[in-house]
């Protein structure tokens, strides 16, 4: 799967070490992993990071920050607490914020309850007796997860957003953790970017999606974003369908991660990029093609949409309009045609079915 989620009751320290090794974070109270995000109408791969301690040694950079920061202003790092002053810092950075966050800081580090089930530290940062940024981290048995950072915009130009996270890796060298995780950053779309400057490409690690391994930074490649190969492969497939006379739309499908979060079928596409075929003639997705990027093939299905049970994701109704490019209900997988990695195999078979298909208007679509 691409998407996960748990709802764990405890979670010892070497649990969490086991969840970040695998590429999985914390989100409120659960802890989750995905590999497909969208923002902006868009569709885009979060790499997971991760920074190993051993020897680390910060670049002149991060230690003119550190160092600068640490002169101007007061930095307390502690067990964390959730009060009306972090609060309110919270709601002065949200009004700021281009982008969606949650409600209050309680929704989104405890989901709006009153317990946590993580070892949480934060990182707060004072200019005399004034909270100007704070940040939150879990602690596993040897490794450090950073979880949320929170800044006055009135002191943006210190690099406070950094700074908490700096101090948050000091912390954990000084205590002997073995990795420091900052979650993700997304390629082409810059708002995290900030995170891969926490250590050089030969210090800092990125999650390899295909061997579940990680590997240096300086070996990350373009090529290999789980959404460029995707988009790639089936633009491949697309270009042969038309030169053959074989309509093809190319939709984002958003529920691809139903599976993970609420429902357990293994019939249900699971893909968040497809090929919709004889789109002509079928105005809802009736043969379609994805790509499985675990096992490198191409599948053709035959598939059956089912109604309304998209809109149980919320966030996908700011794509319901004519001219989107997202499909919002859920698909059942019914008959697998074939499984190549062989473009030509797809074509072959789509002509064939093509055949079978009348035009538009006529009763019965197939023969």
């Known amino acids: 799967m691409f998407t996960e989620k748990h709802f764990p009751k405890s979670i010892a320290g070497d649990e969490l070490d086991a969840y970040l090794e695998q590429g999985w974070y914390r989100m409120g109270l659960s802890i ?10 868009s569709l885009y791969s979060p790499i997971w990071l991760r920074l190993p301690l051993e020897g680390l040694a910060f670049r002149k950079s991060l230690r003119k920050i550190m160092q600068q920061n ?3 202003f007061r930095s307390l790092v502690r067990h964390s607490v959730i009060n009306e002053e972090k609060e309110a810092l919270f709601q002065k950075y949200r009004a700021s914020f281009k982008g969606v966050l949650s409600a209050t800081i309680r929704d989104s580090i405890l989901d709006g309850k009153d317990h946590t089930i993580f070892d949480t530290f934060e990182v707060c940062v004072y200019d005399n007796d004034k909270l100007i940024a704070f940040s939150f981290f879990d602690l596993g048995n040897n490794s450090l997860a950073s979880i949320k950072g929170v800044y006055d915009p009135e002191y943006a130009r210190f690099s406070l957003g950094l700074y908490t996270m700096i101090e948050e890796i000091q912390f954990g060298v000084d205590l002997g953790f073995k990795y420091y995780y ?13 995170k891969l400057r926490i250590g050089k490409p030969n210090e800092l690690q990125f999650y390899d999606l295909k061997t579940a391994v990680w590997q240096p930074f300086n070996e990350y490649s373009t090529q290999n974003i789980p959404i460029w190969v ?24 958003p529920a691809y991660e139903a599976n993970g979060m609420m429902f357990e079928n293994e019939r249900l596409l699971e893909s968040p990029l497809f090929l919709t075929l004889f789109n002509t003639v ?3 997705p009736r043969f379609i093609v994805y790509f499985d990027i675990w096992r490198e093939k191409f599948v053709f299905t035959h598939c059956m949409p089912i109604e309304d049970l998209g809109l149980y994701f919320e966030y996908t109704m700011q794509f319901d309009t004519q001219e989107a490019r997202h499909y919002l209900d859920f698909i059942l997988k019914k008959t697998q045609i074939i499984e190549t990695e062989d473009p030509k ?6 002509i064939e079915i093509g055949k079978l298909i009348k035009p538009p208007g006529i009763a019965g679509i197939l023969k």
Request: hydrophobic share 40%; proline share 5%.
């Open 32 to 41: 989750f992993t995905c590999h497909f995000l969208f923002f902006n109408d």
């Open 230 to 253: 995707l988009s790639s492969k089936l633009s491949e497939v697309g270009k042969i369908l038309v030169e053959a006379g074989i309509t093809s739309q190319m939709l984002y499908y």
């Open 345 to 350: 195999k797809i074509l072959q078979m789509a």
């Open 70 to 72: 640490r002169l101007r």
């Open 182 to 194: 900052p979650g993700y950053f997304v390629p082409g779309f810059d708002r995290f970017d900030y």
């Open 282 to 284: 079928f105005p809802r």
